[in-house]
Structure formats: C-alpha cells, structure tokens
C-alpha cells in the first residue's frame, strides 16, 4: 500500500510538469506579444515593451524561460501577473479558497439530493417517486448550466431579493451558485444510484441476507448500500476535481471570485502567468483526487487490493 | 487494513481542511441603503494609482483620489482646479504654472510645486515601466529618466513653494490640457516609488474622496469624501464601486440597477431600445456623444487601398444612416468628421465629404479611377466578441452590393487582430475605434495619422497607432505648426486645415461612427448626475436629493 501510493506521488509529479510544459509550449505557439498591446486599440509605447519583455525574461528562449518557472514554482513562486503586476500566488490565493468552498458546497447538495433520490427511486420502484425523480433528473440534465444560473438569479436576486446579486464572498451570495452547480451532477448521481442499487438489489448476496432473516435496515445499509455507493463515490471524486478546478460559466454569471473568473479573465488578457498557475493547479487536484478516490475503493471494498 | 484506515485519515483531513476553508466567509453587511452612497460596478482596474491607471475605471478612481492642475469639463474645456494660472513663454518651450496656496494631502502633506515633480517623476522613472508614462514624453528629459541614464526630470523645477516650472523639449501651446491626465497628479512623499504595494492599492491623495481601507481586489472599492478637500467638496458620502467580472460585468451592472443595487449602470446593447422604453421616461436615461470615434482604418500603403481614390470608394459606398437605423437601433450616429463633437473649440461637422450620405455613382466612379474592380477581392479585419460582428457584416454587405467586390471578412481575436494590423504587407481595410486621454486634436490627429504615430520597429511592424500608416509630409507640418501657435482660434483653423487634409482629400481613414455612450441613473436619489469626459460619472459633483 505504502509503495503504491509513493509510486503515484511519483506519476503525480511528472504528469504536472508534463501538463506545464505542454502549456507553456502552448502559450508560446499563441500568436500576439503578451505584453504587447494595452487593453482597447492602443498601442503599447515600445519601450515600456522592452522593459517588461526584460523583467518577465520573455526576451530569453522558451526553454530558459520555461527552466526559470520551474525553478521558482519548486520555491513556491509563480511569477508576476502581467497586467497588475501582482504576485501570482497572492492573485490566486483568495480565489483559490473561494473556488474550494463553492466546491464543497456544491458537492454537499450533490450527494445529498442525488443519493436521497436515487435511494428513494430504487427502493420505491415505479411509484410516484420514482417517476417524479426520473422526470425532474431528465430535466436537470437537459438544461444547460447558464440557463439555470439566469433563471436562478433573474427570479431569487432580482425579483425576489432573496439573496445578493453580486455575490460577496458571504455564505448566503453562495448559495445560488452551489446550486446551479449541484443541479445537473444530483440528477446525474440520482440515476446512477438508482440504477445500481436496482441491481445489487437483485443480486444473490442481497436475497441470501433476506433469507437468513437479517432486518431489512441491516440488508439495506451494510450490503445493498455499501456496494452500490462504489460508482458514485467514483463520480462524485471526479466531479469533484471538475469544480476545484473552478466553474468557468457559473462564477462568471454569479460574480464569484473563483478560479473559473480569474482564467477567464486572463485569458482574455493574454496573462499568461496567471493561465499557467490555474491550469496547472488544476491538474493538481484532478490527478491528487483521483489518487484518493483509488485509495478509497479499498476502504469500500475489501476485495480491491492496492498494489 | 492499516492502508484502509490511513486513507481514511488522509480523506478526513482534507474535508476538514476544507470545511474549515468554508468557515472563513467574510461578513456580509451589504443591503444597507445608507443615505448618500452612490453605488456602481466596475470591472478590476489594472491600477489605481496614478502611476499606470489608464483605462476608464481605474482612471475613475485615480481622479476622485487625485486632483491634479486642471480637470476637463465634458464640453472639452479645461476646468482649473490646482492650476491658479498657467503661462507659457512666447516660444511655447516652457510652462510657468502657479499653484494654489495651502492645500493638503489627506495625510497631511502639503501639496506643493515638489509634490508635482515628485509624482511626476515617479510615472516616468524607467523602473516604473509605466503604461502612461509617454503623456509626459514633451517634456525634457523625459528620454533620460525613461530611459535609466537619469533619476531626476530634468525639465522640471519648482520656484518657491508654489511655482512649477516645465520646460519642453518641442514648442506646445496645448501642455497644458495634457495635465488633466490622472499621470500628472501631485504625489505626497509617502507614495515611495512605484511599486510600493501597499500604496498602489490604498493611494493617499489629494482629491475630492478618499479610500475607506484596501483595494479589495475583485471584489469592492470604497472611497468617502475627502472633508480637507481643498476645492469645492463632494456631497456625496461614499461611494461604492462593486468590482465584475468582465465576462458578465455589463449584464450585472444592468440587473444590478433593475434591482436597485446599483445607482448608476451601463446596458448589455441588446438591452438597450427596452431599456431606453422604460428609463427615458423616468428621466434615469442619460446620453453623451463622448470624446472618442469609430473608424474604418485603410492600409494605406499597400494595394488596393493605395490611393485616395480607392479609399473613397469604400466610404461612398457604405450607408451610414441605414446601418445606424438598422443595426444600432437608431444608438449610434453615423460621424461626419474624426474629431469629437464635444471638442467644442476645433469640431467642424461634415469635413468628410464622402461620410454624408451614401452615394453609389460616386462610389463606383472612384472605384474605376482607382482600378478596383468588381471580383477584386477586399480583406476586412475586425476583433471578435467586442460586439463589433453585426456591423462589420453590413458594411460587407454594402461594399459587395454597390461595388461588387468580394469582402472577405477576418474576424480575429484581439491580440491576434493587432499582430496581424502592424505587419509589414497588411492589406485592405480594418476597424479602429480611438477615445481621447485629453481633449486636443493632437491626441487624436499625432498617433492616428502623422508619420510618427507609424513607429515601425526593425522588421517595419507598425508599433505606434497610426496602423494605416498614412504619412504626409504637409499634414505633419501643420501638426507642428499647430502645436506652436499659440493663439487658440488660429489653432483651431490650422487643426481644422489638417483634418480635412487628412480626412477629405487623403481619405486617409474612413470615419463610421461617433461614440455615443449611454447610462442609467437614479435620478429619485440623485441630481446632476452626468456622463464626464472620461465616460465616467461626476462624481465630486452630485447632489444628493
């Protein structure tokens, strides 16, 4: 076990230099100078271009520039961002917290409305529940995420005035995005626990426990529950890298001052410091969840062995 | 299970880890209607301080915290505000300013002839590497300290406590219009150099407001009013400026406003004709045709748009007045001269004879004389996602009907547009717009048009602003001479000879649209809320009812 998670740190490492390089090859290919024009029409005053190609060393070959990010990002240091010459580190900071808060409140609504509903399905099979649970999944599913945050907002920030509009940072402006956020990956955990529970509880296991006269509580928690949360709890971590990573559409329509604004933004600006450090943030937590989601298969099942 | 439960833990950390992220909200203490907080939103400046504040919102902060010697009225004119009197001498080389006696910083400093040199040279020290620096590129020893091989402004010095001396490098009877530049703002000692981070992001100043803590960035900007301001003080109490995101910004300031959250907002453009139903009766709907120009730039030296003729034809050929019904709603105007309107001393309507009206026999005679042919084929160049698609297609449209060209359109993103208008062989036609930093002719006639505004670097890209790359030695002249005449009706004269050089006979740039901006205001809380210079609200001057 000890050996197989070290050897994935191991892979974690070369996969997010391999990711830098690949971006920073990217960037560079990208047509424009990154320091070259102002914001609008104006042209930049060429000496102002050479004295900042010189102090974010874009005047070395990529290779020497690519060497010092990796240098500094081992230190901990991302750079400058190019166009409020910030560190890049204190840029992405409170963003970062913002996205990791959203993030979970997002995934809580998630598990909590899509396992409840799933359960419900499955276990009440072709009730009024379950048809309920199938139609309202297949519309969440259907909407696309921008239509649900619009509606979302345009009815509780500015008709009802229920909660702020432009979103502060405070637990109540989160509310609206979690759950724009959470709508379509409920739905999406509610039919895949629905259908695996059905299935476990057609599986031989299931019938010999009721056989053997166990209460249908112990039945549902200990066999029927606990082998169908396995492609869920699978899911659920993947989804949960997607939203660390930031939610590019629906921080922008809630204002949320998360990693999803700050790439946005930047690409838009051609601030390529500041590309660089979400993107690979972003492999980070995607590669260091999908570790933790392997190693938690052992934990749910018994018969998986890490090795 | 030793590996199980280790995991277990490693999980268990990190949701606590994160709950305890989730915990750490800041306060929410907004819905508070307090009684004369004006509220708006902004998109994240790239600084507000005067050292790089350049575009329009991190200039609106700049300048409630600054005052520098003159401010610009929305008509043009300069407005005086620390500047008791300006003089230049009879060449034009050098400035005498008097400034007014005994005002202060908010920290207490005074404001001094000093406190203008040193927040001069702090824009324009070469460590600054700052975006606005060239403003101040007349005066002398501008190259020395921009360059590093100086550390003092040469061209600046102070008489006495409150007397400012600027001596140019080049004769210009209009320096002193260029100070209403937030650039120009006096700076107490306590600024430091330029990349003192602390201060860039709570500058201490002069003006009319103060902040009330830090630039949150992304977030929110707070300023009160400056009690010790020494001109006439604001009404207003506070002012809050939400920060947006850029990508929805327009859209939240719109429902930011429907919702009362906002006093003061821009409109997604399809909004606009509903908007403009629903306000203008009410009076919350405000106008101004501002300091700025859309304009179709030519590639003038390269075929097909190498003659003067052939850039005629294009602009003959396009229906102005249709495309402004149509496309815009009847919000844009169709421009008749490069020059702003509000340029009260030097605007001259019609000076584009071919901007008039669409004329398809004119068009199609320049069009022979020029050689263009139909089947010819004309590139136009245009930015995406700035909303410009709409427009630019008509006017494709229009080009192809009247002089069966085929236009072949190249919509680029924006960096990508830029690198593609300052190569060497660029050819055929592209959109521009251009807004003034101060109101002259200057600003608009020197990097748009004269030879120097092309800058080509070692390869010939264009790294100035004059991308069309019309050069002509006689309207380069008059530049000169203008900006050496010292009288302002007779400049004015010279400014308004160059223009219809450059605009009607050389047709060196095809002008489309004036730049009209429009706002929604709450006028039940406040008056005299108008749309300045700079495309901004008044601020230090509405009442509050």
Redesign the interface.
Known sequence: MGKYVIRRIGQMVVVLFGATLILFACLFVLPGDPVGSLGGDKARDPAVVEQLRERYGLDKPLAVQYGNYVTNLVKGDLGEDYTQRRQVTEVLGPKLGNTARLAVAAIIIDVVIGVLAGLVAALFRYSFWDVLVTLLTTFAIGFPSFVIGMVLQSTFSVNLGWFPLISDGSFNSMIMPAFTLAIIDAALVARLMRGTMLEVLRADYVKTAIAKGLPRRTVLLKHVMRNSIIPVVTYIGISFGGLLGGALITEAIFNWDGMGYALVTSIQQGNNPIIVGVVTYGVAVFVVLNLLVDLLYAVLDPRIRLS | ????K???W??GA?VVA??A??C?????D??KGGGATFRL?IT?P??IDPI?A??SEGTLVARQLFVGLYDVKDDGTLAPKLAESAKPNDAGDEWTFQIKKDTKFSNGEPVNAEAFIRGWTRVAT?AS???V??HMNGIAGYKEL??GSSDKFSGLSAEGDYTLKVKLSAPDFEFDKKTAHPAFSPMPKVAGAG?N?SFNDAPIGNGPFKMSGSWE????ITLVRNDDYGLTKAKLDKVEL?I?????GVT?EY??F??G?FDWARMPVPQMPGAKKKYEPQGEWVKADVAGINYISPFNETSPMNSADARKAISYAIDRAEIAKGVFQGLQEPATALLPPNFKEVYKADVCSSCAKQDKAKAKEYAEKAGLKPGDTLDFGYNTGAGHEEWVQAVAKQVEDVLGLKVKLNGLP???A??KQQEKGAKGIWR????ADYPTADNFFAPLLSTNGI?P?ANGKA???N?GRYSNPKFDELLVKARQTKDATERAKIYNEAEKLAIDEDQAVIPTWKRTQYRLVNTKKFTNVKIDFYEDPNLAEIGVK
């Open positions: 299970m030793r590996g199980a280790s995991a277990k490693v999980v990190i994160m709950a992220t989730a750490g909200g800041g306060s929410n907004s819905g939103g994240e790239k600084s790089n350049q575009e070469k590497a700052s975006d620096a060239y921009n360059g990349d981070k960035h992304n977030k929110k939400a947006l995101n850029p990508a929805n939240l429902k930011g429907e919702s959250q924006f960096k990508e830029l690198e521009q717009a251009w807004s800058n670097d790294l100035g602003d991308r």
